[in-house]
């Protein structure tokens, strides 16, 4: 199979693929040009009579819960990156499929870490054809150097999501790595060792996957509260030792920059939006990751709490700096991803 | 279209028809005998192109909401009983469909009340073939006698989630009254002049069906937090001076019976429960409304508390029995429908 075909112009004037991996794509017409038709993505109907009738849908292993998931060849598996670079599950997740011979899978991560650049073996030896997320660290360079089998495909989160919902990537099994679970699959990211936050990335994937696995390391009693993912849409549940590296889970784009280059970025673009009139009372803002977005977000709060205003929400990477801009009352709600 | 047709017996013994109002319906096999397969039901794919740019979605009225929606002939209006004999909204609804000349809806509440007996002469005038759902006070006894143009199918409150979910109910339009909501359409139930409670039974409605609005008498600046309804569900919203009577939200059933004979079946029932041994430390019950069924929980809470132990959730209607439970501490959680 090429990596692509069929090269047009898009709107923005440039040469883009038609054909990526075998699939038709859509080429960028202009903003708010293209008016998808068609129906969401349909998952398979699941019957209460497939699942034990206590609820309990542990299995042994991460192992034993993808043979059941029906894994093999050429299917998209996909993982959330909320551990950031502090994630273990996803390079056992390969290993495993390694180990089975499975080969020319589509890894579907929200984004992929320097921790996975383990990875870089399997997709030399065909178990992984291609990324189709973000890739950082060596993960990213090998993708630039061309040596994926397949092409890789960068997704916005938000696309992503789309992508998902309308079906143009069906996911067969979702692996999602939760701080907390109980065993019917209801999990959350706040409590627990791996605790980080939120799983909102994980939320389409719950969705819209064919098979769900829930992994996690802290299991309570059900019913497992919050439940940002639901129970109803998981097939089984793994517990592990661990689910994430705390310490790492804070890392890379989740800290202000110490570059004094990009402070001074992040100061200047502060100071636009001000000079602009868009920093006044209720106004919001999305800073997400990265080091240089994060710390525009202090040159906005001093501003607040200089004039007395209050915006109206972030919607953000929802980390310790909009935390602390919530807790100083100069923010009425963080909307996460 | 005849009302029914082709009865055959069902697992139970009784005889059952396999068409209703013309469609094909599954009689009870038995428990867990029938597997469901094929895709769950989905909905058009939205664009943001075809919304506000502002995400605005507020329209001038009901009516015009539900013309932009597409009201016509044949359609299901999906309506929640949240309010329950305090709804003001599903009465409005046929008026205007009624005024628009529109024939032959399907009504789909997730329960009808003695307030909507407004609705007989719509029953009989054709506006509204049928309803699905459950049908009390005069309406369930017009339903009784046989008068509805079509037949009447009770469904249970799981029962019509899953119709909805699995596509065997398409609802057109669903119109979710809510207590508090913004203009993008996130919801609640839990702030505002009407304030019910939760908007569980609107959720399979705001997820599943082509069309979504939602009506609320309290219209807060974006975003209304917390969003039990998403507004990345609706099409329209709409702003009225009412949409439920506070003091008719408690009533009927969500009451605790003050009948003798019922409380005395509540008392042996609760009894009986205890020498089954499933009252216990951590055990958890449904409830849900029922005069007679709500009362059973207070003699569950007088064991626990002389006992000194808790359960561990109550799957219950969320009225004021299972709160104060929850504020005596005698049960960790209420999980809501």
């Known amino acids: 199979m090429k990596k692509y075909d069929k090269l047009v112009k898009n709107?923005?004037?440039?040469?883009?693929?038609?054909?990526?991996?075998?699939?038709?794509?859509?080429?960028?017409?202009?903003?708010?040009?293209?008016?998808?038709?068609?129906?969401?993505?349909?998952?398979?109907?699941?019957?209460?009579?497939?699942?034990?009738?206590?609820?309990?849908?542990?299995?042994?292993?991460?192992?034993?819960?993808?043979?059941?998931?029906?894994?093999?060849d050429g299917m998209t598996i996909s993982t959330h990156h909320h551990f950031r670079n502090g994630d273990v599950i996803s390079n056992q997740i390969f290993d495993i499929a390694?180990?089975?011979?499975?080969?020319?899978?589509?890894?579907?991560?929200?984004?992929?870490?320097?921790?996975?650049?383990?990875?870089?073996?399997?997709?030399?030896?065909?178990?992984?054809?291609?990324?189709?997320?973000s890739m950082n660290g060596a993960l990213g360079r090998f993708c630039s150097e061309g040596k994926m089998q397949g092409l890789g495909v960068l997704r916005s989160h938000g696309g992503r999501y789309q992508a998902v919902q309308d079906g143009e990537v069906q996911i067969d099994i979702a692996v999602i790595a939760a701080p907390t679970a109980d065993a019917?699959?209801?999990?959350?990211?706040?409590?627990?060792?791996?605790?980080?936050?939120?799983?909102?990335?994980?939320?389409?994937?719950?969705?819209?996957?064919?098979?769900?696995?829930?992994?996690?390391?802290?299991?309570?009693?059900?019913?497992?509260?919050?439940?940002?993912?639901?129970?109803?849409?998981?097939?089984?549940?793994?517990?592990?030792d661990q689910v994430g590296?705390?310490?790492?889970?804070?890392?890379?784009?989740?800290?202000?920059?110490?570059?004094?280059?990009?402070?001074?970025i992040a100061e200047m673009t502060a100071k636009f939006c001000d000079q602009a009139g868009i920093v006044k009372d209720g106004f919001s803002y999305q800073a997400g990751a990265g080091g240089?977005?994060?710390?525009i977000g202090i040159y906005f709060a001093e501003m607040l709490k200089e004039r007395k205003m209050k915006a109206r929400f972030i919607r953000a990477g929802s980390n310790k700096y909009p935390v602390q801009m919530l807790e100083d009352g100069l923010v009425d709600y963080i909307l996460d991803g």
């Open 11 to 72: 709107a923005a004037g440039r040469m883009v693929p038609t054909i990526v991996n075998g699939e038709e794509h859509i080429p960028f017409k202009g903003i708010g040009k293209h008016i998808p038709t068609g129906r969401k993505h349909a998952p398979h109907i699941a019957s209460c009579a497939n699942y034990p009738a206590d609820g309990n849908k542990t299995v042994a292993s991460l192992k034993e819960a993808l043979i059941k998931a029906g894994l093999k």
């Open 98 to 133: 390694a180990e089975l011979g499975v080969k020319n899978l589509r890894w579907y991560p929200s984004a992929s870490f320097p921790s996975q650049a383990g990875l870089i073996k399997y997709l030399e030896d065909g178990t992984i054809n291609r990324i189709e997320g």
């Open 184 to 240: 019917f699959g209801n999990a959350n990211g706040v409590d627990g060792d791996a605790a980080c936050g939120l799983l909102g990335f994980a939320l389409a994937d719950s969705q819209y996957a064919d098979k769900v696995i829930v992994v996690t390391d802290n299991l309570v009693p059900f019913p497992c509260i919050p439940w940002q993912i639901h129970g109803n849409y998981v097939d089984y549940t793994v517990v592990v």
């Open 245 to 264: 590296i705390p310490e790492k889970i804070i890392s890379g784009t989740t800290q202000i920059t110490k570059s004094p280059d990009r402070l001074m």
């Open 292 to 295: 240089t977005a994060l710390s």
